[in-house]
């Protein structure tokens, strides 16, 4: 199963940007990446995903690399309301489940 | 509002008890999940669906059972033979194709007494 690597821990002040890594060396031509956020106690929630080209929605951007062994989730002005886990995921074209695999992923914390 | 639903939000059990978790979703998915959450980890599968009438064994499947009657709902047990239930469990569905996300319910905490 393709798997990702994420920091455990990251930190922003408020209204600056954030860059929110992933590694995904063993990512499949027809992999999917995806972010999720986490607040506590809450199911984990949508942020964006994408193939190959960069995607940006009302949340975030994605940038992911040319060789799409490593992407990046941008938060353009980081809010005290973005403080979450965020996970990176990959999703496949089989075993929708199993391919679906959330590690512990990366905190971000949000200082005021 | 289409969504998923999980009830109950905080539920407690005694040792040797099953209970049942219940998952619907108005989504009109194919797909629909559970995963295990324990505290300042990250989710584990614990079965999926991809059909009705459907299910497969995901990481962690022992001590648990589903079913899938229905394409709505996708109602979680879990047995006496779950050694550690103690968990937030999660309920998810998909569309099956991969260029689209899980839609997560908010979670039920389970609480072995």
């Known amino acids: ?112 | 509002d289409g969504g998923i639903t999980q009830s109950p939000k905080y539920l407690f059990r005694k040792e040797g008890q099953n209970v049942t978790l219940s998952c619907e979703q108005n989504l009109n998915h194919d797909a629909m999940y559970w995963y295990r959450q324990d505290p300042g980890q990250g989710l584990r599968l614990i079965y999926y669906s991809q059909i009705v009438n459907d299910f497969q064994k995901g990481d962690i499947a022992e001590g648990y059972s589903v079913s899938r009657e229905k394409k709505e709902s996708f109602p979680l047990t879990v047995t006496s033979a779950q050694k550690n239930p103690t968990a937030f469990y999660l309920c998810a569905s998909s569309p099956t194709d991969q260029n689209y996300g899980y839609t997560f319910g908010s979670g039920t905490r389970l609480t072995v007494v």
């Open chain 1, 1 to 112: 199963d393709a798997k990702t690597t994420q920091p455990n821990s990251m930190e922003s002040n408020e209204e600056e940007p954030v860059h929110l890594p992933c590694n995904h060396s063993t990512i499949s031509g027809t992999d999917y990446i995806h972010w999720y956020r986490q607040l506590p106690s809450q199911g984990p929630e949508y942020v964006i995903h994408g193939l190959t080209s960069n995607v940006n929605n009302r949340m975030a951007s994605l940038a992911i690399a040319e060789d799409r062994k490593s992407s990046t989730l941008i938060l353009h002005r980081a809010t005290l309301r973005d403080a979450a886990v965020y996970y990176c995921i990959l999703r496949g074209l089989i075993n929708y489940g199993q391919n679906f695999v959330f590690g512990p992923g990366t905190r971000l914390s949000v200082l005021p």
